[in-house]
Structures are given as structure tokens and as C-alpha cells.
């Protein structure tokens, strides 16, 4: 799809408590015209018989993971196609999950940034949280090992365990903004 003035897309994707939120939240903020889409946000649309991406029945929770990445999916299309940068911010475990997304996203230049504070930065972080926003979440040590065997080699991997969000968001904006780090290749469908 071509797309009138350049939109592109930035995925922004760690483990939980890595500052997929913030940061996604500030590079959005720092573009001229950008949108970002949450996957929480996206996932919290369901009101009832929600099920945790890692929850049971293990099919259920799959089907709406990609419930989950064709709606970021539609949004991103709908925000591209009116001209808006879009940042997506979203888990994504593993290769897998990280080709289904892509394969929903429109066809526009895009990066892949994987905030990688580790594990304990990641608890910590999730600690110092205010109790109502905190996540339980006791898997990040496999969880790190499963995105690095998934997509190591592909998009640019960030270790924020000493920067603050902005200068995070500093480093993204010059780096896989200004300077095109962490491109991916969109696959065909």
C-alpha cells in the first residue's frame, strides 16, 4: 500500500515493566504527527470472556492474540492511511508473534525496537509502580530468553536498564527515527 506522505510505523516491544508504554507514549509525542496504539488498550476492549495471552484454555487465549493484533492491525492501516506515524506498543514473546503482527501492519517502512532493561531492571520497575497499575508477571527470565532465540537478529535491541525515559525516547527519536535503526523487513502475505 502506498501511503501520501511517508506514514511510518515503530514497534515498540519488550517485557513487561521494560517501558513499553512510557516510551511509546513519548516517541508518539515526539513525532509531528503520530499516533500510538496500545495493545493493552486494545485488549481491555474485551469486557467479558477475556483470556490472558498466557492463560487457559490455551487456545482461546491464541484466538484473541490475534483478535488482539488484527485490531492494532486495522488501527495502524486507518492511522497510516490518514497520514499519521503510527507507534504500536505491544508484547511480542516470541518470532511467531512478532511475523503475525507484521503481517497484519500496513505495507510502510518499519522499525522494531525491543526495550531490554533485563529482568530484574523489569521487576523493579513493575515494584515501584503504584499497587492498582503493577502486573504480576514472575516470567521475564524465560520470556527474555524466548525473544531473544525468536527475533534476536532482527530490529534494534535497547538496553535501558540506566537511561530514563527520556533519554530513551531521545535515543529512539535519533536513532530509528532520524537515522532508520532497527528496520525491519515487512514479509509478503
Known amino acids: 500500500m502506498a501511503v501520501e506522505g511517508g506514514a511510518r510505523t515503530w514497534i515498540i516491544t519488550g517485557m513487561p515493566g521494560a517501558g513499553k508504554s ?11 504527527r503520530a499516533a500510538r496504539v496500545a495493545a ?3 485488549s481491555r476492549m474485551i469486557r ?3 483470556v490472558w495471552p498466557l492463560g487457559h484454555p490455551a487456545d482461546e487465549a491464541a484466538r484473541q492474540v490475534a483478535l488482539y493484533h488484527r485490531n492494532i492491525g486495522a488501527l495502524t492501516r486507518n492511522f497510516v492511511t490518514a ?5 504500536v506498543d505491544c508484547v511480542l514473546p516470541d518470532a511467531h508473534h512478532l511475523d503475525h503482527l507484521l503481517g497484519v501492519l500496513p505495507r510502510v517502512p518499519t522499525a522494531l525496537v ?7 531492571i523489569c521487576r523493579a520497575r513493575n515494584a515501584a509502580r503504584p499497587a492498582a497499575d503493577r502486573f504480576e508477571f514472575d516470567g521475564h527470565d524465560a520470556l527474555d530468553r524466548s525473544m531473544r532465540d525468536g527475533f534476536r537478529d532482527r ?3 535497547v538496553d535501558t536498564a540506566s537511561q530514563s525515559v527520556d533519554e530513551t525516547v531521545r535515543l529512539v527519536v535519533g536513532h ?4 532508520d535503526r532497527g528496520r525491519i523487513a515487512m514479509h509478503a502475505r
Do not use: K, Q, R, Y
Open 22 to 32: 512510557t516510551v511509546s507514549a513519548g516517541l508518539a509525542s515526539a513525532l509531528p
Open 40 to 42: 493493552d488498550d486494545v
Open 48 to 50: 467479558s470472556g477475556a
Open 83 to 87: 497520514g499519521f506515524d503510527t507507534v
Open 114 to 120: 525491543v526495550l531490554a532493561p533485563g529482568g530484574a
Open 155 to 157: 530490529g534494534w535491541w
Open 176 to 179: 530509528a527515527v532520524v537515522g
